[in-house]
């Protein structure tokens, strides 16, 4: 009855991949960041917009203004 806890414990720690190799992160991502800028001419005059996105792995933040 008290090998019962031990056999419990030495199957969970195998379970969960205890017993392997280390796994080590990938190496880290740069973040890559984009600057956009449109200029357009219309029947209603002049129009503008600037834009910045930065990208890291796979969360993109962008920020843009419309003139």
Do not use: Q
Not at 19 to 25: A, I, K, L, R, S
Not at 37 to 51: A, F
């Amino acid at each position: 009855m008290k090998a019962l806890p031990l056999i419990l414990v030495a199957g969970f720690l195998t379970a969960c991949g205890a017993d392997g190799d280390p796994t080590y992160p990938r190496e880290p991502v740069s973040p890559r960041t984009t600057v956009e800028t449109n200029v357009g001419v219309g029947d209603s005059g002049v129009s503008g917009g600037t834009s910045v996105r930065t990208t890291t792995g796979p969360f993109t933040f962008g920020v843009g203004i419309g003139l």
